[in-house]
Each structure stands twice: as C-alpha cells, then as structure tokens.
C-alpha cells in the first residue's frame, strides 16, 4: 500500500514537472510567433495594398505598366512590377511561383509582382492577369434597343447557356430561361418598364445587375486582325462567297462586277489561309468548320446555310474545331437559310461579332416562325438586332437556342479580338522569414 | 420687277415641286388571327393611324385597310404622303376595331417618308422584336 502511494505520488511529481516545463518553454516561444506573426500579417498587407493599386491603374488604364513602391505610407520596405511578354525573362532570375497557364505568354497576360520585407518577415504576391476575349460570352450587346429605337426583348420560349452580358438594359417578356451568369450595368426591365411586372424571367445562373460596362473592341484590335490576315492568311477585295470544307480547305467564289457574273470557285487548302481570311467586301458564308479559323470583312456577312463544326464538341470533346466570324458592318441570316437543308431549324456554331452593328435576320418581320437558332458559340454585336418577332397575333423569325461552347472560357479563334480590361486568372501568396534565405 | 418677281414665284414652286411625294402600302399578315378567330371578316375591321397627314391620331382619319386580290389574308392600304413630309418621320401604329372594343398596337412604328414608293414588309398585328 505504501509502495503503491510513494509510486503514484513520484509518479504525479514527475507529470507535474513535465507539464511546467513545457508551460515554460511555449511561453518562451509565443511571444517570438506573435511576434512573426504580425510582422508576416503586415508584410502581407503591404504586398495586397500594391497589387490592389496596381489592379485599379490597370482597369482605369489597361495599357498602365511600371513600379511601385510603399513609400513611407505602408509598413516596411514593399514594391511591385508588372511583367509581361517582353520583360518576363526578368523575372526567370527571381524564384517565383507563376504558372502562365495555357497557350503560354502572350500580349494578353500581365503578372503583378509584389515583394514585401517587415521585420524578419518577408512576402511575395504574384496575381496573373489577362484580357480575355469577347468569344467567351454566349451573348454581349453595347445596346439592347434595335437601331431604330424599338425595344427588343428576350421571350418564353428562348434558352441562353454561359455568360451573357449588355451594357444596356435587357428587356423581357414572359419567361425565357437564363442558364448561366447574367450581366448589366442596368436592372432588367418587363414590356411595361418595370421589374416585377408582366415578365418572369428564369434565372437558374447567377445575376450580377450592377456589373461594370464592358467597352466592345476598338479599330486598334480590328486592325491587328487584318494585319494578321495580310501576314499569315489570305485577303479579299471583292464580294465573296465562302463555302468551309470538312478538310479544313474554304472554297471562295468571287463577284465580278465589270461582268457582273459569280466567277468559278478556288480552293484554298488549310495551310494556305492559316486560318485567317479577311475581305474588304461583304461575305456570304456556309459551311463545315474543320480546325481554327477567323472570317474578317469590314463590310457585313450573311450567314447562307448551316455552319457546323466538322467534329462537335458536345460529341467528341477533343474536338479542336473553332470559328470566329467578325463583321466590321452587320451579321444576317439570309431568309431562306434554315430552308437550304430541309431543317427548320438553323446551326450555327461559332463566335459571331457584329462590330456596325447588329447581328440579326433578313426580313424578320414576315412570315411564320422559321424555327430555332441553334447557336453553339456566343453572339457579340454592337446594337442588338432582331431574330423575330412574337405576339399574339403571330410569331416570326426564330426562337434562341443559345448554346456555349464551354471552351471559349479558355481557346479563342485565331486573332479574335481581345477586351480592353483585364481579369485576375491566378492570386497566388507566399510568405517566408528571413532565416529560409531571404 | 414683275418678271423678277414671276420668276422667283416660278422657282419656288419649281423647287417645291421637285420634291416627290411619298407613296407608302401598309400590310398586315392577318393569316395568323383569322385562323385562330383573333379576327372576323365580318365584324372586325383593321386600321392605319399616324401623326402625318392624310393620317391623323382621330379615328375619323383612320385608314382601312383591306384584303384584296390576292385574297392571301395580307391587309394592306396605300397612303400618298404629300412631298413636303419627304424626310419627316411618320409614327403610327394599327388598330383593330371590333363591335364592343378597339384594340390599339402597344407600340409605335415609325418610318421615314422617303420621296420614293415603298411597300412595307408583312408584319404581324401588335407584334414586338425579340
């Protein structure tokens, strides 16, 4: 009994003494934490306070590049640079953590370095940044209301996939469904004006209505695309018919106008247009999409028949098919085109631009309803066009199956262009103390 | 003096003159509402109203509009518009009449007197873009 208490006491002694031990040395310890703590909390500050800056003289001024230094306004020693395609070799010397991502470095991506030294503490931010292209929306208006002045609605029957956005005010009747993220500077708007009036739209993605406007590209960016047209592809200057061939080849015929005939139609093999084809006149267009390509005019283009992708990326999604179709004047469906193949219904798949300024139907007023839009892609156009129109007393044109291709978040037609504001890709953070070698 | 004077009324009216009218048919697709009985032949009649003479807002300077040959359910009415509207903008809409109602389009046309003929595409009654 005795042996027993002298074993558990010596026991509890020896627990005692362990226990403040340990109570002394985290004691010892704490204070020196705290103490990096708050000196990796401020390093840390520092570095997000000059990315924060660096990011709102990039949206005020998407061209901004340069330094910047905390001065004596932030705590401890902190600066920033940008990078880019021609200075980041620079940065290589340095152990940074960017990752590009795809397609690499181009003139589209810049990355804000930030350093930031407080005390022992020292913190590195890296955010990557990029004008994305206009492809990557399924639907973008400058303005919703028709170049007359007529408003123009989204209707019961329409379906619109992916991102679409207006710097106008969308307009809606009865209940069109809305899948994914929609957009406007300007609360949308029934055909009585209101919000909560005759119109319930079906939001199933999320809605942001006091988005920022988004500026539609400049001629700067137009221009860059026929440049790369007379470098690397093939150029026009006569009212042109474009059949694109399942081997990636485009048949084109040109107008004579002294003859006043169509002449015989060329063949252009894939690698000799490299994807790009501008002309100076109006385009007709039809046909299969095989590989990458861009169909420039500074006039308009008509859409003739069906535009499909050779392989489609909703079947097969290795598909590398892609189209982009930029328009300096209109983009129009030709009246009999969802009749040229026996459908009603039209495909068209690509990403459609109309910078002067609509994307709409020829003769949309007449008739009877024609059938969908089958639209795997997105439509960009200045001032919205009409497709139809509905009521009760008829509908005409066509209902809006608007599909996204969900890989336009991240591949763009060739020299498609770019917005002029950046969006953060990648915020990455890493903080170490001067002991790990800094 | 008198001739000065003869000559400038001349030129004048020669100027006035030179400006071409503007004839313009209206038509409205009715075959949508005739075979959904949203329009009777019998009692119904559909009408032009606009803001620029020989249209007027009132509804004794409506306009008719009818069905002729080719009876295709297309209701149209020429108007001529007088050459001193060339390049005005013309508002107007349609109206339907019925025995105990009259239905107003909800929304307002416009079209730019020109000084040529135009037909006007077959719209729908009371129809909106989308």
Do not use: C
């Amino acid at each position: 009994m005795g042996r027993s208490m002298l074993l558990l006491v010596s026991g509890l002694v020896v627990l005692s003494g362990i226990i403040q031990f340990s109570n002394s040395q985290r004691a010892s310890v704490l204070p020196e934490r705290s103490a990096q703590v708050i000196t990796e909390v401020q390093a840390r500050n520092s570095t997000n306070s000059l990315i924060q800056t660096a990011i709102e003289k990039i949206r005020s001024d998407n061209t901004w590049e340069g330094e910047l230094t905390g001065g004596n306004i932030l705590p401890g020693n902190a600066t920033l640079k940008t990078y880019d395609i021609e200075n980041i070799e620079e940065l290589d010397a340095v152990d940074s953590l960017y990752s590009v991502g795809e397609g690499g470095w181009d003139t589209f991506k810049v990355l804000l370095f930030s350093e930031a030294t407080y005390g022992d503490s020292k913190v590195i931010t890296e955010v990557l940044m990029r004008r994305d292209s206009f492809s990557k929306y399924s639907y973008f208006s400058d303005k919703e209301k028709t170049s007359s002045g007529n408003n123009i609605y989204f209707y019961s029957s329409d379906e619109i996939s992916g991102p679409i956005h207006t710097n106008g005010t969308f307009k809606m009747s009865g209940s069109p469904t809305f899948y994914g993220h929609v957009s406007s500077p300007n609360e949308w708007r029934g055909r009585d004006g209101t919000i909560l009036g005759d119109a319930t739209p079906d939001f199933q993605g999320t809605t942001d209505f006091n988005a920022q406007a988004r500026e539609l590209p400049s001629g700067a960016k137009v221009a860059a695309l026929k440049s790369a047209a007379i470098s690397d592809g093939i150029t026009f200057n006569r009212l042109s018919y474009m059949i694109m061939q399942s081997d990636g080849s485009i048949d084109v015929s040109e107008y004579n106008s002294h003859t006043g005939n169509w002449m015989a139609f060329v063949n252009y093999p894939k690698e000799t247009h490299n994807g790009i084809l501008s002309s100076s006149e109006k385009i007709y267009l039809e046909g299969t999409v095989s590989g990458q390509i861009t169909i420039h005019s500074e006039d308009e283009v008509e859409l003739y028949n069906d535009i499909e992708y050779n392989v489609d990326p909703r079947v097969d999604n290795t598909s590398t098919d892609l189209l982009g179709v930029v328009s300096e004047g209109d983009i129009l469906i030709d009246r009999n085109a969802h009749a040229r193949t026996g459908s009603k219904d039209l495909k068209l798949h690509g990403s459609f631009m109309a910078l002067g300024s609509s994307f709409y139907v020829e003769n949309y007023v007449s008739g009877s309803h024609r059938g969908n839009i089958d639209l795997l892609g997105g439509i960009i156009q200045e001032t919205r066009g009409p497709v139809g129109t509905f009521g009760r007393y008829g509908v005409t044109g066509y209902t809006k199956k608007y599909e996204y291709d969900e890989r336009l978040g991240n591949s763009i037609p060739p020299h498609f262009p770019r917005e002029s504001v950046f969006t953060v890709v990648s915020w990455k953070e890493r903080v170490v103390s001067n002991t790990s070698g800094y | 003096m008198k001739k000065v004077i003869l000559m400038m009324a001349f030129t004048i009216s020669l100027t006035a003159f030179s400006q071409a009218q503007t004839s313009v048919t209206f038509n409205v697709d009715m075959k949508y509402a005739l075979d959904n009985g949203l329009f009777n032949t019998l009692t119904n009649k559909i009408y032009l109203k606009g803001d620029i003479a020989p249209l007027g807002e009132n509804s004794a300077q409506y306009l008719e509009l009818t069905d002729t040959a080719p009876i295709d359910s297309v209701y149209s009415v020429a108007v001529v518009f007088p050459a001193i509207y060339t390049n005005d903008l013309l508002k107007y809409n349609f109206v339907i009449e019925r025995l105990l109602s009259t239905e107003h389009e909800e929304r307002t046309r416009e079209l730019t007197l020109s000084g040529q003929p135009e037909v006007l595409p077959e719209i729908k009654f009371n129809s909106f873009d989308w």
